[in-house]
């Protein structure tokens, strides 16, 4: 298909980038204020996201509502972020009678560019690169879509900058009707979700304290994440009424030291580690169900062991950390669950070391006895408290210094793990043990699922919705219980807040230096989720790409019918 057709196809053929042209809910200005963005680098995890939260805080600035009140657009840095990043809320009143508030909400960050190879240059440039993409290696799936000339490439134009771009323009419709509007929208945009929400989390308090500043009643929140496929092959549109959880969970293994000549005498730290690897990892016992729905089986993130130097000596402690994705566990269940099976892989170490003894010594013809080492499994709570039960406040005291030498060039995770390990350090008791606790981010489940008025209210309103979009725009659509990727939603209300005080916060290592979630303040918030999605797809690959006609021609109109619904 030639270059002209596929832009007219795109509604491209009279597109600018920045500016107010038209009405703002249409498809054209949605592109260019889309192009805009993406125009705008905003890898996460760098200080383009601060350049990404001015632009963003612009684009806003030309809309009229915002010229006359400039003291409901906000720009808040992150607490305590050493990159200084901020995130961007406008929060439009319509009838002041009205303190009913829907919240719109995304993110501005994505993800790096490196896989888009040559092509780097222009990842951020949809126009060139999806004419430049023609001829190029695609899978066949990507160059159908090119050549339909239905679909623009570029890194963020789906995941998820066109989210934002949408809510913008209805920001902007919404605001031109303000005294026949019935109720409020706040629109919030937050860096960092492509890392560790931080944006998201620090935001939390900010959303209670506007709630509170202006009597705002929250009855929904509404996210645009790009849909995902629940099969190959998956060409649904998806709206989802909840958002999958995650944990990161991490296992150190302290085994028993030993030289190289005498192995079998010692415990292998990585021997431990790798059969809680073979055990747990895509362990589909730990996959959870919710209606269409189910959760990825665990997978392994990081394997290591703790000897520094070469030498003649075992190494005989070693730590791992895993993927967990949650629908429905919480934190004290997930605990146990990983408890034992830690209990059994280490049993089945011991039980295989006693076994492989007894042949040896029987080749050597000698009779000697089998290591009698117990399958010794604690939670990173209950070895803290042994620890500082003996050593006190030196405990405190070694882990400020782990912080003050390293938190500019390690990770929280690493962090974490080098915590446990100088706890053993500090510890006299020098038995083989497995420690089982969680490391950062924490991502609760959340699901909205009729147990009050608000919720009631979103599900027949998107059962209406669903029905709308079938007979006037001829598009069907599913509803999902669960959006399977990870997203900011999980901060909007905390089913099991108290087995996260109980259970995720003590056996957190780092819980209170450099990672936390506000508990509390996510409580209070309390606001029922939905992610009306986009029609994206290969997000976080150098083929992501966005489908134009059902996101800005079909979703901006059911959008706008579902957030009056809501509000009427």
Same mark, same amino acid.
Request: proline share 4%; charged share 30%; net charge negative.
């Given at each position: 298909m030639g270059t002209k057709i596929a832009w007219l196809k795109l509604g491209l053929k009279n597109i600018t980038t920045g500016g107010l042209i038209m009405s703002w809910l249409n498809k054209e200005k949605i592109i260019s204020i889309l192009l805009e963005m993406v125009r705008q680098p905003s890898i996460s995890g760098t200080k383009q996201e601060i350049d990404m939260s001015y632009k963003i805080k612009e684009i806003l600035e030309r809309i009229d509502y915002f010229k006359n009140n400039a003291d409901h657009l906000f720009l808040k840095k992150l607490k305590d972020d050493p990159l200084e990043r901020n995130y961007v809320a406008a929060l439009f009143e319509g009838d002041s009678n009205s303190n009913r508030t829907i919240i719109m909400m995304g993110h501005m960050d994505v993800v790096d560019i490196l896989d888009y190879g040559e092509q780097m240059d222009k990842a951020f440039k949809p126009l060139e690169l999806t004419e430049n993409l023609k001829g190029k290696d695609l899978s066949s799936a990507a160059k159908k879509d090119l050549e339909s000339g239905d679909y623009l490439f570029g890194r963020g134009v789906s995941d998820m900058k066109a989210g934002q771009a949408l809510q913008i323009a209805l920001l902007q419709h919404f605001s031109e009707k303000e005294n026949d509007f019935p109720g409020n929208i706040?629109?919030?945009?937050?860096?960092?979700?492509?890392?560790?929400?931080?944006?998201?989390?620090?935001?939390?308090?900010?959303?209670?304290?506007?709630?509170?500043?202006?009597?705002?009643?929250?009855?929904?929140?509404?996210?645009?994440?790009?849909?995902?496929?629940?099969?190959?092959?998956?060409?649904?549109?998806?709206?989802?009424?909840?958002?999958?959880?995650?944990?990161?969970?991490?296992?150190?293994?302290?085994?028993k030291e030993t030289h190289v000549g005498d192995s079998l005498s010692g415990l292998n730290g990585n021997l431990i580690i790798s059969e809680i690897i073979r055990d747990l990892e895509g362990n589909l016992d730990f996959c959870e169900s919710l209606?269409?729905?189910?959760?990825?089986?665990?997978?392994?993130?990081?394997?290591?062991?703790?000897?520094?130097?070469?030498?003649?000596?075992?190494?005989?402690?070693?730590?791992?950390?895993?993927?967990?994705?949650? %629908?429905? *566990?919480?934190?004290?269940?997930?605990? #146990?669950?990983?408890?034992?099976? $830690?209990?059994? @892989?280490?049993?089945?170490? +011991?039980?295989? %070391?006693? *076994?492989?003894?007894?042949?040896?010594? #029987?080749?050597?013809?000698?009779? $000697?006895?089998? @290591?009698?080492?117990?399958? +010794?499994?604690?939670?990173?709570?209950?070895?803290?408290?042994?620890?500082?039960?003996?050593?006190?406040?030196?405990v405190e005291d070694e882990i400020e210094k782990i912080y003050s030498d390293h938190s500019d060039n390690k990770g929280q995770q690493e962090i974490s793990l080098m915590i446990v390990d100088k706890l053993q350090e500090l510890s006299s008791n020098k038995k083989p043990k497995i420690i089982v606790g969680y490391v950062p981010p924490y991502y609760p489940s959340v699901i909205t699922n009729a147990k009050d008025k608000r919720e009631k209210k979103i599900i027949n309103t998107v059962d209406e919705i669903i029905d709308i979009a079938d007979n006037k725009y001829n598009e069907k659509i599913k509803i999902s219980k669960s959006f399977s990727g990870i997203s900011d939603l999980s901060y909007f209300n905390l089913r099991n807040y108290k087995k996260a005080e109980k259970y995720l916060k003590p056996n957190m290592p780092n819980?209170?230096?450099?990672?936390?979630?506000?508990?509390?303040?996510?409580?209070?918030?309390?606001?029922?989720?939905?992610?009306?999605?986009?029609?994206?797809?290969?997000?976080?690959?150098?083929?992501?790409?966005?489908?134009?006609?059902?996101?800005?021609?079909?979703?901006?109109?059911?959008?706008?019918?579902?957030?009056?619904?809501?509000?009427?």
């Amino acid at each position: 298909m030639g270059t002209k057709i596929a832009w007219l196809k795109l509604g491209l053929k009279n597109i600018t980038t920045g500016g107010l042209i038209m009405s703002w809910l249409n498809k054209e200005k949605i592109i260019s204020i889309l192009l805009e963005m993406v125009r705008q680098p905003s890898i996460s995890g760098t200080k383009q996201e601060i350049d990404m939260s001015y632009k963003i805080k612009e684009i806003l600035e030309r809309i009229d509502y915002f010229k006359n009140n400039a003291d409901h657009l906000f720009l808040k840095k992150l607490k305590d972020d050493p990159l200084e990043r901020n995130y961007v809320a406008a929060l439009f009143e319509g009838d002041s009678n009205s303190n009913r508030t829907i919240i719109m909400m995304g993110h501005m960050d994505v993800v790096d560019i490196l896989d888009y190879g040559e092509q780097m240059d222009k990842a951020f440039k949809p126009l060139e690169l999806t004419e430049n993409l023609k001829g190029k290696d695609l899978s066949s799936a990507a160059k159908k879509d090119l050549e339909s000339g239905d679909y623009l490439f570029g890194r963020g134009v789906s995941d998820m900058k066109a989210g934002q771009a949408l809510q913008i323009a209805l920001l902007q419709h919404f605001s031109e009707k303000e005294n026949d509007f019935p109720g409020n929208i706040l629109f919030l945009s937050v860096p960092d979700e492509e890392t560790s929400s931080r944006g998201m989390v620090y935001s939390v308090p900010f959303l209670n304290e506007l709630r509170e500043r202006f009597g705002l009643e929250y009855e929904a929140v509404i996210n645009n994440e790009p849909r995902f496929p629940n099969y190959p092959g998956d060409d649904s549109n998806y709206i989802y009424t909840g958002s999958m959880g995650k944990s990161v969970v991490m296992f150190y293994a302290y085994g028993k030291e030993t030289h190289v000549g005498d192995s079998l005498s010692g415990l292998n730290g990585n021997l431990i580690i790798s059969e809680i690897i073979r055990d747990l990892e895509g362990n589909l016992d730990f996959c959870e169900s919710l209606g269409d729905v189910i959760s990825p089986p665990p997978t392994c993130l990081k394997q290591r062991d703790y000897k520094r130097l070469y030498s003649a000596q075992i190494p005989h402690n070693a730590a791992t950390y895993f993927n967990m994705p949650v %629908i429905d *566990t919480d934190p004290e269940e997930m605990l #146990k669950k990983l408890m034992k099976l $830690a209990e059994n @892989s280490f049993e089945k170490v +011991l039980d295989n %070391i006693k *076994t492989k003894q007894k042949k040896y010594f #029987k080749m050597k013809g000698i009779t $000697a006895d089998a @290591s009698k080492w117990e399958s +010794l499994v604690y939670s990173y709570k209950d070895f803290y408290q042994e620890v500082y039960e003996e050593v006190g406040v030196k405990v405190e005291d070694e882990i400020e210094k782990i912080y003050s030498d390293h938190s500019d060039n390690k990770g929280q995770q690493e962090i974490s793990l080098m915590i446990v390990d100088k706890l053993q350090e500090l510890s006299s008791n020098k038995k083989p043990k497995i420690i089982v606790g969680y490391v950062p981010p924490y991502y609760p489940s959340v699901i909205t699922n009729a147990k009050d008025k608000r919720e009631k209210k979103i599900i027949n309103t998107v059962d209406e919705i669903i029905d709308i979009a079938d007979n006037k725009y001829n598009e069907k659509i599913k509803i999902s219980k669960s959006f399977s990727g990870i997203s900011d939603l999980s901060y909007f209300n905390l089913r099991n807040y108290k087995k996260a005080e109980k259970y995720l916060k003590p056996n957190m290592p780092n819980w209170g230096y450099d990672y936390e979630i506000p508990i509390s303040e996510i409580e209070k918030l309390n606001v029922p989720v939905l992610n009306m999605s986009i029609y994206g797809k290969d997000a976080h690959k150098f083929t992501e790409r966005l489908k134009i006609d059902y996101s800005f021609e079909v979703l901006p109109e059911i959008m706008k019918e579902t957030i009056e619904k809501i509000l009427s």
